[in-house]
């Protein structure tokens, strides 16, 4: 296979402080085994992918980043279903998994979709969430927080890297049902020349995390559709890679 490279993989980190015990961030596009659309750190098996490329990738992940354990990996449906101590092996449906235990890798994948990664001052319980505009509007956030079991005045969350406002054009119905569940929503959409409607899905999903109590919010600085050098964007490609965003107590 032409095109290998052999540096090590670096990760996207959350700018939160003091957080010791636990371990997060996403994968750039950077430092993998693909080619083509897929290159270079593709880690989904479900995109078209050499299934051979992809699973050196993922092996390579988990090497690069000393991870203690392979990835949760999980069959994303753009719900709300959550998989509470996702079984590495299982690849169950859903599109946000929990662990109150240390070494379990929860994992989402995204390529223009927000993940979410969140745990707790406490650090013993850990969450990563798929977060399209789908989920988001149908409370996968909201679902996922409630089910870590403790204060929302406690949770820390991080924004991953995803699609910014200046590239997620979306119609009327995508905005009005935003709005229809909080009047606020309509701060985070702007109308285009083409009279659609930009779309901030980082506001929108800051907007459902201090409804739910939540205000230590991070991250949310990154376009995955402007940035070609570093991310996928389904958007932008079509047929792409996507990135892993993990999180784990250590």
Not at 56 to 75: F, G, S, V, Y
């Amino acid at each position: 296979m032409t095109g290998i490279s052999v540096s090590k993989i670096n990760i996207i980190e959350p700018d939160w402080r003091g957080l010791s015990d636990i371990f997060a961030g996403t994968t750039t596009r950077l430092h993998g085994f693909s080619e083509g659309s897929f290159s270079e750190l593709n880690i989904a098996m479900h995109v078209g992918d050499s299934e051979l490329a992809v699973s050196k990738n993922r092996k390579k992940l988990k090497k690069d980043l000393n991870l203690p354990d392979h990835p949760a990996w999980l069959n994303q449906k753009h719900g709300t279903d959550i998989i509470i101590e996702p079984d590495k092996l299982n690849y169950p449906e859903g599109d946000a998994s929990i662990s109150f235990e240390p070494g379990k890798v929860c994992t989402v994948m995204t390529a223009d979709c927000l993940p979410v990664l969140a745990t707790n001052k406490s650090q013993n319980v850990v969450a990563a969430i798929h977060a399209g505009w789908r989920g988001l509007a149908e409370g996968v956030i909201e679902k996922t927080l409630l089910s870590m079991k403790c204060n929302p005045e406690d949770i820390i969350v991080w924004l991953g890297p995803a699609i910014s406002q200046e590239a997620f054009e979306v119609g009327d119905e995508v905005r009005e049902i935003f709005i229809d569940s909080d009047t606020d929503a309509k701060n985070c959409f702007k109308m285009n020349e083409y009279n659609r409607w930009q779309a901030d899905i980082y506001g929108l999903a800051k907007i459902r995390l201090k409804n739910t109590g939540v205000s230590l919010i991070y991250g949310g600085e990154y376009c995955t559709f402007y940035d070609d050098e570093l991310f996928f964007s389904y958007r932008r490609e079509n047929i792409c890679g996507r990135m892993a965003s993990m999180i784990y107590i250590k």
